[in-house]
């Protein structure tokens, strides 16, 4: 558990936070200047003006009352800043093993978990930006921190390139038992790793809880093109070259068509993530529509997002979906909790991101 | 070619240049990283202060250093009792070229300390270095090039140190008389060819430290553009 009753001045305002975090990872919300990053530099010990209490796991990394404010070297936490922050001097593994607490087999371990082989000999300078993304997060991983803070580690990478590392952070979530801030603007992306959010706005905690709790403000809050609302943990089913599409089951849920994606093996789990605006709600049985994807369902709940209304729909199996709809449809098709409805999604709408 | 003598005077001068760049380069990596991170009020006057030898008349630098360590002063005379006189002696030289070469180093390093960005200092604090271990894993290595072209610059100017040299040391031969003094007493004498011959030995010896030093700015300059 992360303990944190702290105060921070910045130029425009002074970030106060207190919080208890308790998940196994923390996705910090909010828009640019929210005082994201200044939280994870405070806690990293970067902050000199960081004034209040720190603890992890009830050991103070910072308070005030008992004259404690350990350095840097001393807090063993694992910081991945949003630009990587590697070391231009050093090829790629020797930033992997910069680190004082690592050994050989902890650097091989982690270079094989990352996926890093390939890219040692290389600097900096001729890294991708996901390449340095994931170098920056094995040299933190290696130095066996307490707590991991990642500040946006997929915010420079285009769509395609998120997905080829969120998979890798997954396989940290699930690989190190290390506690995860992962601070992001990006819904989406706190929703398929965090399991407690924390939302600042100019430096103070707007909300916290369990992502799926808090879901309509931050959909609401979050720029609408980056969010994905559904995310599901799945199963893949089978491959089927043919008709160009990989079946999955979402986890005690329905089958799911997606675009064949044949790396993907059989059995493997995956994140399937469909935007809300791509679920399309329909108050009969659907005939004639070239969706693979229809599931009959009950409107459980209707929620003003912004200028849209986001309908959750519970099918007879699974986790419930959403649909992003305008007030028109709702009020065209006169949804209203408990009414039945059928939802349908493209198989195109369907990605695969773990 | 040059006399014994004179091959005397080139390799004194060399000797203390080097001992000279040697003493300056833990003060003068001190200062300039100070002067690099600090941004408190003041900055200015404090960088004006350790760059006023480079405007500065040598001879006025040099008459400062008399007067500070002559045996009249507490300090000369305390340095002559343990005996390490200062005023008419190699070290007088040492100190003079020392002194004048100084600003040089430390210009050149702050502007090197100046472009390492701080964040790596604090992840490398973050990846359990000490400051210590910080600044001779990160901050020395990318600031280097800068801290060793200055060095080299420090080195020649103390190769060519006149005024402040005089002032303080005097031209004894043997004793004091490096390869700038050597040159103007020649010249004084009228035996042209042996300043000739010196200046010859000078422009050798300070090619070689300034190529060194564009060689070395030519590499930090290749690498920032990758």
Known sequence: ?354 | MLTADERGVVLFTLGIATLGTLLILPVGIAVALALARYRGPGKGALETLFSLPLVLPPTAVGILLLEGLSRRTTLGAWLSTLGLDVVFTWRGVLLATSVMSFPLLVRSARTAFEEVDPRLVGIARTLGHGPVAAFFRVTLPLAWRGVAAGATLAFARALGEFGATIMVAGNIPGRTRTLALAIFHESQLGRDDRAMALAAATVVLAFGALWTTEWLTRRRARRRQT
């Not at chain 1, 720190?54 to 103070?60: C, K, M, Q, S, V």
């Not at chain 1, 998979?167 to 790793?193: C, D, F, I, K, Q």
């Not at chain 1, 609302?229 to 070259?241: C, K």
């Open chain 1, 1 to 354: 558990m992360i303990e944190l009753s702290l105060e921070v001045p910045l130029a425009a305002f002074v970030l106060r936070i207190a919080a208890n975090l308790t998940g196994r990872v923390t996705a910090i919300l909010g828009p640019s200047g929210a005082g994201k990053t200044t939280l994870l530099e405070a806690v990293a010990g970067l902050r000199r003006k960081a004034r209040g209490r720190i603890a992890l796991d009830g050991a103070a990394l910072l308070d005030d009352a008992r004259r404690v404010n350990l350095a840097p070297e001393r807090r063993r936490v694992g910081y991945v800043p949003q630009d990587a922050g590697l070391f231009p001097h050093l090829t790629a593994l020797e930033n992997v093993k910069f680190g004082a607490r690592g050994d050989e087999g902890r650097v091989s371990t982690v270079i094989d978990t990352l996926g890093l082989r390939p890219l040692l000999n290389r600097y900096p300078v001729s890294l991708s930006g996901g390449e340095r993304q994931r170098v920056a997060l094995a040299r933190a991983l290696v130095n066996r921190p307490k707590v991991l803070l990642l500040d946006e580690p997929l915010a420079s990478l285009d769509v395609e390139l998120k997905e080829r590392i969120l998979p890798y952070l997954l396989r940290v979530r699930e690989e190190w038992r290390a506690p995860m801030l992962y601070v992001t603007h990006n819904v989406g992306e706190a929703l398929s790793l965090a399991d407690q959010v924390l939302v600042l706005k100019e430096g103070a905690v707007q909300a916290s809880g369990a992502p799926r709790e808090i879901l309509p403000s931050l959909a609401a809050a979050a720029e609408p093109s980056a969010a994905i609302e559904n995310l599901f943990a799945a199963r893949v089913v089978s491959h089927d070259p043919e008709a160009g599409v990989t079946r999955l089951r979402i986890d005690g849920g329905p089958e799911v068509s997606a675009p064949l994606a044949p790396a993907w093996a059989s059995g493997a789990g995956a994140t399937l993530a469909i935007r809300a605006e791509d679920v399309l709600v329909a108050v009969e049985p659907v005939r004639g529509l070239s969706a693979r994807n229809v599931y009959a369902g009950r409107v459980a709940h209707l929620d003003v997002a912004g200028a849209d209304v986001l309908v959750r729909i519970d099918l007879s199996l699974g986790p419930h979906w959403l649909a992003r709809l305008t007030p028109a449809a709702v009020r065209d098709l006169a949804l209203a909790p408990d009414a039945p409805v059928w939802v349908a999604v493209k198989s195109h709408s369907v990605k695969l991101i773990a």
